[in-house]
């Protein structure tokens, strides 16, 4: 009775014959550990709304302010202004994760659909390349790229997050990719539909969300990365990770306005996953182990 | 029907039917994948057997030339390699750990109904979505630091005597940063294999007379085997390449300095010794392979059970 009683709630599974005392008490638990976990980026919101003075004393006399939003945005102190580092983010975060989807999406129909011979070694060698640490290759790319002039571009950083990000796009939408039901594919094919209309009217609508996910997971790490940025990627073509460390400041107070920045450079990222967290959850149970 | 069995053995006037047209479509990541990756691999191995250094930071640029294999030799005379080492394994294994437990009793919270549970969700994931230039400067400059801190803040007043966060305890400090940050991705995983779970049978269990505690032990533990698994291959393939934190925070040290940042302090971080600094990066790729080895048996593991579903 009781569990016939919740079928309909979803989420609630666990929650077999629990007490409304117990529902509560978890409940609150969770409350507390959610406000736990976001106090650190609470208190540097607040922070990012003070005066230097105010944050560095960590008190709170002089009420809330927007000027540090605006100091850091025109900052002339720095070399690296705020529009040049988001121009460069922009771009080299959306051209990578392009290029990556484009490379993804047929590779994991070579690895689901119609797998080729040995495509699990296939997978394992893609994977396989996580493991080796970045270290292991990041002279050969320094030397060549200082040879080839392509250090403080925004090339290097674009092939980089291809290749860094690549193995996880491909995992991803292949298992999404297994997802779709062979009976649809070989439908649309006794249809003689070209396998570009299969792609589009039958795999890609099943796999989307999916594949929204894996885009958006290449976008954050795209976007958050700070090694290869500031190894190969100064001056000209820094992006907003270096944006941010500029903010620190050696001389006076500085927190307010690094809050502020810290706060600028997250915020994309931040609602992309806000908005997306349902359908990174449903893609990682849809397909994460198939 | 005979169409339709034909498709699924024969594959008549399939397009896909010569196995070098099925590979076509793998070809461009493949290449890709292993000209940006592999190659320089390759490189770096040549380098570790040569004494190769940045001609623009020194004086006097020497020659390159080979050396055999001298760089290997003075590895394993260097305590700070092995004490990097050894901080790398440590930093790992708490990270993951510990990410893997709380990701996983949060998510067992929140995979009930309650009032704001949507709400609870999206703040628990945003340390994930943060830079992680951004999450160490946060837990830096406004929880650890001794001089706007809030850690310590709290310690004055609950009248205790205030702690040098990061500069005593390096290691735990880094470790805190990084938890905060990949538990909600753990969470994620194992949300995902929370709601995975067939209802019907949990519904049958619970009219059964089964209790929670039983249920949680006989069904749904086994169900997250695997998610834990991927949890913990994802989650150590991430934590092990720890370099932001450690350069924000600490900018190495004694207690701090992982594998990564030994290699980078070596090389372009300053020592500009990409010989030497190369043969480190090899027998950090060889116990790379030894680990990975092993994932990827896990990996493979998981692969098969899907099969046999």
């Given at each position: 009775?009781?569990?016939?009683?919740?079928?309909?709630?979803?989420?609630?599974?666990?929650?077999?014959?629990?007490?409304?005392?117990?529902?509560?008490?978890?409940?609150?638990?969770?409350?507390?550990?959610?406000?736990?976990?976001?106090?650190?980026?609470?208190?540097?919101?607040?922070?990012?709304?003070?005066?230097?003075?105010?944050?560095?004393?960590?008190?709170?006399?002089?009420?809330?302010?927007?000027?540090?939003?605006?100091?850091?945005?025109?900052?002339?102190?720095?070399?690296?202004?705020?529009?040049?580092?988001?121009?460069?983010?922009?771009?080299?975060?959306?051209?990578?994760?392009?290029?990556?989807?484009?490379?993804?999406?047929?590779?994991?129909?070579?690895?689901?659909?119609?797998p080729v011979p040995k495509w699990r070694d296939v997978l394992f060698f893609f994977i396989s390349t996580k493991f080796l640490p970045i270290v292991a290759s990041i002279f050969p790319i320094y030397v060549y790229a200082q040879k080839w002039n392509l250090i403080g571009t925004r090339t290097i950083l674009i092939v980089l997050y291809i290749a860094m990000n690549l193995p996880l796009a491909i995992w991803m939408t292949r298992s999404f990719f297994s997802e779709v039901p062979r009976e649809l594919i070989e439908a649309a094919e006794i249809d003689g539909t070209s396998l570009f209309n299969q792609l589009r009217s039958v795999i890609l609508p099943i796999a989307?969300?999916?594949?929204?996910?894996?885009?958006?997971?290449?976008?954050?790490?795209?976007?958050?990365?700070?090694?290869?940025?500031?190894?190969?990627?100064?001056?000209?073509?820094?992006?907003?990770?270096?944006?941010?460390?500029?903010?620190?400041?050696?001389?006076?107070?500085?927190?307010?306005?690094?809050?502020?920045?810290?706060?600028?450079?997250?915020?994309?990222?931040?609602?992309?996953?806000?908005?997306?967290?349902?359908?990174?959850?449903?893609?990682?149970?849809?397909?994460?182990?198939? | 029907m005979t169409a339709a069995e034909a498709t699924l053995r024969g594959r008549v006037g399939d397009p896909f039917s010569s196995p070098w047209r099925r590979r076509l479509p793998l070809l461009p990541a493949l290449v890709f994948t292993i000209a940006i990756t592999q190659l320089p691999f390759l490189v770096s191995i040549y380098y570790s057997f040569t004494n190769l250094k940045d001609r623009t930071q020194s004086i006097i640029p020497e020659p390159t030339k080979f050396v055999g294999i001298d760089n290997y030799k003075a590895i394993f005379n260097d305590p700070f390699f092995r004490q990097a080492m050894w901080t790398?394994?440590?930093?790992?294994?708490?990270?993951?750990?510990?990410?893997?437990?709380?990701?996983?009793?949060?998510?067992?919270?929140?995979?009930?109904?309650?009032?704001?549970?949507?709400?609870v969700r999206t703040l628990l994931i945003t340390p994930f979505l943060l830079m992680p230039v951004v999450a160490a400067l946060i837990w830096k400059q406004q929880m650890f630091s001794s001089l706007f801190g809030i850690l310590d803040k709290v310690l004055a007043f609950l009248g205790l005597n205030s702690v040098a966060w990061i500069s005593d305890h390096p290691l735990a400090s880094i470790v805190t940063v990084l938890v905060w940050q990949w538990t909600?991705?753990?969470?994620?995983?194992?949300?995902?294999?929370?709601?995975?779970?067939p209802s019907d049978i949990l519904e049958a269990a619970g009219v059964d007379g089964a209790t929670p505690l039983g249920i949680f032990r006989q069904l749904t533990l086994p169900h997250l085997r695997r998610y834990l698994e991927l949890g913990a291959l994802l989650g150590s393939i991430y934590i092990v390449q720890a370099f932001d934190a450690i350069d924000v925070m600490t900018g190495g040290?004694?207690?701090?300095?992982?594998?990564?940042?030994?290699?980078?302090?070596?090389?372009?971080?300053?020592?500009?010794?990409?010989?030497?600094?190369?043969?480190?990066?090899?027998?950090?790729?060889?116990?790379?392979?030894?680990?990975?080895?092993?994932?990827?048996?896990?990996?493979?593991?998981?692969?098969?059970?899907?099969?046999?579903?």
């Open positions: 009775m009781i569990a016939l009683g919740r079928r309909e709630r979803r989420g609630s599974r666990l929650g077999v014959g629990e007490s409304r005392a117990t529902v509560i008490a978890l409940g609150t638990v969770a409350w507390l550990i959610g406000m736990l976990w976001i106090f650190p980026v609470a208190w540097t919101v607040l922070t990012s709304f003070k005066t230097e003075q105010d944050a560095s004393a960590q008190t709170f006399h002089n009420g809330l302010t927007v000027a540090r939003y605006s100091d850091v945005s025109h900052s002339t102190t720095g070399t690296l202004s705020l529009s040049t580092a988001f121009t460069n983010s922009l771009v080299i975060v959306l051209v990578s994760t392009i290029i990556v989807m484009l490379l993804a999406l047929p590779a994991a129909y070579a690895l689901a659909i119609r989307a969300p999916g594949i929204a996910a894996t885009a958006l997971l290449c976008v954050i790490f795209a976007w958050n990365e700070y090694f290869y940025a500031i190894q190969l990627n100064f001056a000209g073509a820094s992006t907003m990770p270096q944006w941010v460390i500029g903010n620190v400041s050696t001389r006076g107070n500085f927190l307010a306005k690094l809050s502020a920045a810290s706060m600028i450079a997250c915020l994309p990222v931040i609602l992309a996953g806000w908005a997306a967290q349902k359908r990174m959850i449903r893609g990682l149970s849809m397909g994460a182990l198939k | 790398s394994v440590k930093m790992t294994v708490l990270a993951v750990v510990l990410s893997l437990v709380f990701g996983t009793l949060f998510a067992l919270l929140l995979d009930r109904k309650f009032f704001g549970q949507g709400i909600p991705f753990m969470m994620l995983i194992m949300l995902a294999g929370l709601q995975s779970q040290g004694p207690g701090s300095t992982n594998i990564p940042y030994f290699v980078y302090q070596e090389s372009i971080g300053g020592g500009f010794r990409y010989g030497s600094a190369s043969a480190y990066a090899i027998v950090v790729v060889i116990f790379s392979i030894i680990i990975a080895t092993f994932s990827l048996r896990v990996l493979s593991g998981l692969l098969k059970d899907e099969e046999r579903a």
